[in-house]
């Protein structure tokens, strides 16, 4: 890495600002338009699986209100959104095209062009059209659901790639592979750990084949990208089988994906690792080439570390043989430790294990937010953004190739398995009428993004 001149407040020239939202957590109309239901309209509706019992059947109110919405991100001066694609407002069946649903995103783009706001479109933010979905091997389970991607994919693509500069493949497909088949927290709801592996693999695999994909039918200026939530793992102790607790899982829960994404195909370490967890028997002959297909960015999510170690605590998804270890100091009403150096570290670490550029494609706080006058002054919110943009400038300054950062969220949404009861938005949603009101952290955005710089 060789060091470039940035200075402690400023960002450098071009450097983007943006938001981030996903389709199920902020659209609602979940039966308008001719899409058909998602796992996740399948999993929010099972008792017990989101608290309280909420469901994104309404959520922001989205689909009907994204004019109001843009203007939103006009007034923070934004320069580009992070929004993802409804696969089952596309393709209700998962395999037809609804022309409908297409027309809608392209609405939502033409506004976005209009606006002078850049879109980076995300293909997958986790709500699988539910027919996709069928039996015990379904979903992602499914050697078919590479194939499947790469055609929504391309639908995409033909329709919407002159006009989307930057499309990312997938959203955080740790949390598809693994809170959606070993934890079973998000959907489809299932609890075995070695379906994690399988989903993992054809994840990657749908990846590869989509970014290939989309390659022929996008502009050559085009920035094709995966989003990942790489885990900053640190060992509970420096005993050695702490420390060996937090290597496995750096390699199931970051070399997973690392390894066939930029490596060359799957570790013999993480093959090891997984002896007793997996066979790999669901990898086949020319799989990890087709996975390491070149891609021109990474997004990368970051909200806390992990700490790990041989227990007790509550298991790390996927395993047996670590559980998570507590980190001392604050915390957000999710539980996550605030430790915004970790950013720095991770950045830092993906810098030289990829060496592609990298945008901060989601960050931010989620809290209970008390309404004072009308309004939210959620100076934890700003604390907590501040001191992260403050990790991705000392990451700037020691070399890393930062390109952009993107606050999680827009609007207080659909938090998954929370409901809506933990806030993340820039912008107050009032789920009794939809009103929207700009936090304290919205307009201290703002100001970041006019001056530029903390
Ligand atoms: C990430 C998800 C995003 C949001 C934040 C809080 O894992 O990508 O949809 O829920 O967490």
């Known amino acids: 890495m060789t060091p470039i001149e940035v200075s402690k407040s ?11 939202t996903s389709s199920y957590q902020i659209e609602g109309a979940v039966d308008e338009g001719g899409r058909g239901p998602s796992i996740w309209d399948t999993f929010s509706h099972t008792p017990g699986a989101v608290d309280n019992g909420d469901t994104g059947d309404v959520a922001c109110d989205h689909y009907h209100r994204w004019p109001e919405d843009l203007d939103l991100m006009v007034d923070l001066g934004v320069a580009s959104y992070r929004f993802s694609v409804a696969w089952p407002r596309v393709m209700p069946d998962g395999r037809s095209v609804n022309q409908e649903g297409l027309d809608y995103y392209r609405r939502l783009v033409d506004g976005l062009l209009e606006r002078g706001i850049h879109p980076l479109m995300t293909l997958y933010h986790w709500d699988l059209p539910q027919s996709l979905d069928v039996g015990d091997a379904g979903g992602w389970l499914s050697r078919d659901l590479p194939d499947r991607f790469v055609d929504f994919a391309l639908v995409l693509g033909k329709e919407l790639g002159d006009r989307v500069p930057s499309v990312t493949t997938l959203n955080e497909p740790w949390c598809s592979a693994y809170l959606g088949y070993a934890s079973g927290e998000h959907a489809p709801g299932r609890t075995d750990n070695t379906l994690a592996y399988r989903a993992a693999h054809h994840l990657n695999l749908a990846h590869g084949r989509a970014a290939a994909a989309l390659r022929d039918v996008l502009p050559p200026s085009a920035d094709v990208s995966v989003a990942l939530n790489l885990h900053q793992v640190q060992a509970a102790s420096e005993r050695p089988e702490d420390l060996a607790a937090a290597e496995h899982v750096d390699l199931i829960a970051n070399r997973m994906f690392l390894d066939p994404m930029f490596g060359g195909g799957y570790s013999d370490q993480l093959r090891a690792t997984t002896a007793g967890l997996t066979d790999w028997s669901f990898v086949r ?13 990474v997004g990368l999510n970051f909200y806390n570390p992990s700490r790990v170690g041989v227990g007790p605590g509550a298991p790390f998804p996927g395993t047996h043989r670590a559980f998570y270890a507590d980190i001392p100091g604050p915390r957000t009403v999710m539980g996550w430790p605030i430790v915004p150096s970790g950013l720095t570290d991770l950045l830092i670490r993906v810098q030289r294990d990829i060496g592609l550029p990298i945008h901060v494609t989601e960050n931010g706080l989620g809290a209970h937010d008390a309404v004072e006058d009308g309004t939210v002054h959620d100076q934890d919110r700003i604390d907590y953004l501040q001191a992260h943009l403050g990790a991705v400038l000392a990451a700037l300054q020691q070399g890393v190739d930062v390109r952009g950062y993107y606050v999680w969220t827009l609007l207080d949404n659909f938090e998954w398995a929370w409901g809506y009861e933990k806030r993340f938005g820039l912008v107050r949603v009032d789920l009794a009428d939809q009103r929207r009101t700009l936090k304290d952290s919205a307009r201290w955005y703002a100001e970041v993004i006019a001056k530029h710089g903390l």
């Not at 002959?285 to 960015?297: K, Q």
């Open 10 to 20: 400023q960002f450098p020239e071009g450097f983007v600002w943006g938001v981030a």
């Open 285 to 297: 002959p020319g799989d990890e080439a087709e996975i390491g297909v070149a891609v021109d960015s």
